[in-house]
């Protein structure tokens, strides 16, 4: 955990639930005088759209994810929580929870998703029809795309299986987890966008490094929100979806390197059929790749 990120969270608490807090609030509110507050400011306003005047700090409305409220949805906003995906399990159905930071978020496999301050992380739990579980590791990412490169012209596309990247660095993720209920699909979308934050790896990158400025994360987040209460309706078309996410896809006609539990595949990545598997070509044969089953998908070229 990084230094001073209790009080970062904490502050942010205190901005999110009011208008207009002065120096002196915080300062009562936190146990710290106010020269440190305005040090953990400053701090803050490199990732948040944040604004000091007249000893009022204010957090622009379109970039706290606290006053947005999307439409048909049980909207749970936290500055910290341990993981939004295991949270969403304690919810009803259509719950959409997002936090500032997560302690243990995690994405495929397992692994630990950083979640660093200025981010987006979220978790929606939905429930759909089965076919469309079977469309759904295509869909969020085409959603997201689609938004980005018409909002902010961002030259994106899809790494397979569930990282969409700009430049080959990674700019977003997404985990889908679920299980049946008679005729019905209960699913736990899990997203994670470095949005304003500062990835700390080097084999990542966000929107405000891509652009040189920040943006308010509500657009994305609302924009999110109003397309998965329609991914029923998008399933009935799955040629469509399948042929928007080829269109999107840099992994076709690149030679790539799969690893499983089962051992490794290098071969030329050749399409995607209609559920999302990937299709290779290999010298020994072609291949199709389920997402579920593949650990990690290097591109070699």
Not at 193 to 209: R, S
Request: aromatic content about 10%.
């Amino acid at each position: 955990m990084e230094p001073g990120l209790v009080l970062k969270l904490e502050f942010l608490k205190i901005l999110s639930g009011r208008e207009n807090v002065t120096i002196r609030d915080v300062a009562s509110e936190l146990g710290i005088d106010e020269f440190t507050v305005l040090n953990i400011l400053e701090d803050l306003k490199k990732n948040y759209m944040l604004t000091y005047e007249k000893d009022k700090i204010s957090w622009f409305h379109g970039d706290n994810p606290s006053k947005i409220k999307p439409w048909g949805w049980n909207y749970i906003y936290r500055s910290f929580i341990g993981s939004t995906m295991v949270s969403a399990r304690y919810h009803s159905p259509w719950s959409l929870i997002v936090s500032e930071y997560q302690a243990s978020g995690y994405g495929r496999h397992g692994k630990h998703w950083i979640s660093n301050l200025g981010g987006l992380w979220m978790t929606a739990k939905i429930e759909v029809e089965p076919r469309t579980t079977q469309l759904l590791s295509m869909m969020i990412p085409i959603f997201i795309c689609r938004f980005l490169r018409e909002k902010f012209r961002l030259n994106i596309g899809i790494k397979w299986p569930n990282d969409i990247v700009y430049r080959e660095k990674k700019l977003a993720g997404f985990l889908i987890e679920g299980e049946l209920l008679g005729n019905r699909a209960l699913v736990y979308i899990g997203i994670g966008i470095n949005v304003n934050n500062d990835p700390p790896l080097e084999t990542a990158t966000g929107i405000k490094q891509i652009l040189g400025k920040m943006i308010p994360r509500n657009s994305l987040l609302g924009y999110i929100a109003g397309y998965l209460t329609r991914v029923d309706d998008y399933s009935k078309d799955p040629g469509r979806v399948q042929a928007e996410y080829i269109d999107l896809l840099e992994t076709i006609g690149r030679r790539v390197k799969a690893v499983s539990l089962g051992g490794e595949i290098i071969g030329r990545a050749k399409s995607i059929t209609e559920s999302g598997e990937l299709i290779v070509e290999t010298d020994t044969g072609t291949y199709k790749l389920r997402s579920g089953e593949v650990l990690e998908l290097r591109h070699l070229d």
